[in-house]
């Protein structure tokens, strides 16, 4: 389960991405380099001619050649999510999954609109096909949000069946998660989905869309007060460079079946509990930080600012682990990544907190795993908040200073760690 959403606002889009996945499935995140186009590429199953790849930076499940998210050079920004639908992914030969789609649209598209054209040009010609969850043993097709600093796409698949709509300024942004959210509001699709008119008549019915719709609620709304507030920005005083609309981003990925909470600068007593540890077909126990004991739980997330202007700093905050337990650790383009991040031991780290407070949950229930959280959250949302304003500072500094920042921040996030006994 994932949820993906995005802003298009004056001057930028805003996207984020949380990634839900088995919760001991380490997922690194690291910058990738200009290679060139030459022979052929191996993906997770097959082999394809290889097209060159931009330089990009992807978070990666470490048995994976592709990518949950990741955002390139030229300001693109990708995730996908799981689907439902009626055709069956199981008997599909092995082929591309979702996350090499995300990963090869990265590595082709200057923009969202090519990114698309990567991608269902890719699903055309070789189709879906392979396991994308090796603990549950699970094939499956995908949704995608494509972002780039001026507009973005959804795109929704099942086999080599497609069906896109665009997402335009003043729309409210768009989210999505998983199931099938296209009806008959597409605009460009395969030509099966076009001859039907209605692209709904691909989710299977018998899944039900519960736990979707209530994640779905809180990342719309999101995207739209986020749009909104960038509406009052551009009427008012200028920090259009400052971090204000990723800052409650980070607060709805976040969410906990409640009141968003956790936007960098707010003081950590306004953290809530951890969602009940119940699984129903009503939703129950989902959130958008996912905490499913066990079963799923929210591995990587990342916010991107994909600025129009080609003197600001292309930036991103990206939270290792689950949101609730980690530091959206401000990076600065392609090459100002803290390389900890792609390191499976800082991952691990991550995961010890979220399981302590998952564990504080199941034996303490009227807490709610609220006080193990608290503890948490007092030693890191500090750490946050100032990496949040310090990167702030360094937008009109030029790449040298911020690269050079970015790589330098780790010891304070590994001194957080340690006094928090991981």
């Given at each position: 389960?994932?949820?993906?959403?995005?802003?298009?606002?004056?001057?930028?889009?805003?996207?984020?991405?949380?990634?839900?996945?088995?919760?001991?499935?380490?997922?690194?995140?690291?910058?990738?380099?200009?290679?060139?186009?030459?022979?052929?590429?191996?993906?997770?199953?097959?082999?394809?001619?290889?097209?060159?790849?931009?330089?990009?930076?992807?978070?990666?499940?470490?048995?994976?050649?592709?990518?949950?998210?990741?955002?390139?050079?030229?300001?693109?920004?990708?995730?996908?999510?799981?689907?439902?639908?009626?055709?069956?992914?199981?008997?599909?030969?092995?082929?591309?999954?979702?996350?090499?789609?995300?990963?090869?649209?990265?590595?082709?598209?200057?923009?969202?609109?090519?990114?698309?054209?990567?991608?269902?040009?890719?699903?055309?010609?070789?189709?879906?096909?392979?396991?994308?969850?090796?603990?549950?043993?699970?094939?499956?097709?995908?949704?995608?949000?494509?972002?780039?600093?001026?507009?973005?796409?959804?795109?929704?698949?099942?086999?080599?069946?497609?069906?896109?709509?665009?997402?335009?300024?003043?729309?409210?942004?768009?989210?999505?998660?998983?199931?099938?959210?296209?009806?008959?509001?597409?605009?460009?699709?395969?030509?099966?989905?076009?001859?039907?008119?209605?692209?709904?008549?691909?989710?299977?019915?018998?899944?039900?869309?519960?736990?979707?719709?209530?994640?779905?609620?809180?990342?719309?709304?999101?995207?739209?007060?986020?749009?909104?507030?960038?509406?009052?920005?551009?009427?008012?005083?200028?920090?259009?460079?400052?971090?204000?609309?990723?800052?409650?981003?980070?607060?709805?990925?976040?969410?906990?079946?409640?009141?968003?909470?956790?936007?960098?600068?707010?003081?950590?007593?306004?953290?809530?509990?951890?969602?009940?540890?119940?699984?129903?077909?009503?939703?129950?126990?989902?959130?958008?930080?996912?905490?499913?004991?066990?079963?799923?739980?929210?591995?990587?997330?990342?916010?991107?600012?994909l600025p129009r202007h080609l003197d600001?700093?292309?930036?991103?905050?990206?939270?290792?682990?689950?949101?609730c337990v980690a530091v959206f650790v401000?990076?600065?383009?392609?090459?100002?990544?803290?390389?900890?991040?792609?390191?499976?031991?800082?991952?691990?780290?991550?995961?010890?907190?979220?399981?302590?407070?998952?564990?504080?949950?199941?034996?303490?229930?009227?807490?709610?795993?609220?006080?193990?959280?608290?503890?948490?959250?007092?030693?890191?949302?500090?750490?946050?908040?100032?990496?949040?304003?310090?990167?702030?500072?360094?937008?009109?500094?030029?790449?040298?200073?911020?690269?050079?920042?970015?790589?330098?921040?780790?010891?304070?996030?590994?001194?957080?760690?340690?006094?928090?006994?991981?």
């Amino acid at each position: 389960m994932c949820d993906s959403l995005c802003s298009i606002q004056p001057d930028r889009t805003l996207f984020a991405k949380s990634s839900d996945r088995p919760p001991g499935e380490p997922q690194v995140i690291g910058a990738h380099r200009r290679r060139a186009g030459v022979g052929l590429l191996r993906t997770q199953y097959r082999s394809l001619p290889d097209a060159g790849a931009a330089p990009l930076v992807g978070s990666q499940p470490d048995w994976l050649w592709g990518f949950e998210h990741g955002f390139n050079e030229h300001r693109v920004a990708i995730g996908n999510e799981q689907l439902w639908t009626i055709d069956d992914p199981v008997p599909a030969a092995d082929s591309l999954n979702g996350m090499d789609l995300v990963r090869l649209g990265l590595e082709r598209a200057r923009t969202a609109t090519e990114a698309l054209d990567t991608i269902v040009g890719l699903i055309e010609a070789h189709g879906q096909g392979g396991i994308g969850d090796r603990e549950a043993g699970k094939a499956y097709f995908s949704s995608f949000l494509l972002a780039d600093p001026g507009e973005a796409w959804v795109l929704e698949t099942s086999g080599r069946s497609w069906a896109a709509r665009p997402v335009l300024a003043g729309q409210g942004g768009a989210a999505l998660s998983n199931r099938i959210s296209l009806s008959t509001d597409w605009t460009r699709a395969s030509a099966d989905v076009a001859a039907s008119g209605d692209f709904d008549r691909w989710r299977r019915s018998s899944s039900p869309t519960a736990h979707a719709d209530k994640r779905l609620a809180v990342t719309r709304a999101g995207a739209r007060s986020v749009e909104e507030g960038a509406g009052r920005l551009a009427t008012g005083a200028d920090d259009s460079r400052a971090s204000t609309g990723a800052r409650e981003l980070a607060a709805v990925l976040r969410d906990h079946d409640g009141e968003r909470w956790g936007r960098p600068g707010s003081p950590p007593e306004r953290v809530t509990a951890l969602p009940p540890a119940v699984i129903d077909r009503l939703g129950t126990g989902v959130s958008v930080c996912m905490h499913l004991s066990g079963v799923q739980a929210t591995t990587s997330s990342m916010i991107a600012s994909l600025p129009r202007h080609l003197d600001e700093p292309l930036r991103a905050w990206i939270a290792p682990g689950n949101p609730c337990v980690a530091v959206f650790v401000p990076t600065f383009g392609i090459d100002g990544v803290a390389a900890e991040l792609g390191h499976a031991t800082t991952w691990h780290r991550f995961e010890a907190l979220r399981e302590q407070v998952e564990h504080d949950r199941s034996t303490d229930p009227g807490g709610g795993g609220l006080g193990r959280l608290l503890e948490v959250r007092a030693v890191l949302t500090p750490l946050e908040s100032d990496l949040w304003d310090e990167a702030d500072a360094l937008v009109e500094s030029g790449p040298g200073p911020q690269v050079a920042w970015a790589l330098g921040l780790w010891p304070r996030v590994d001194a957080a760690l340690a006094a928090l006994g991981v």
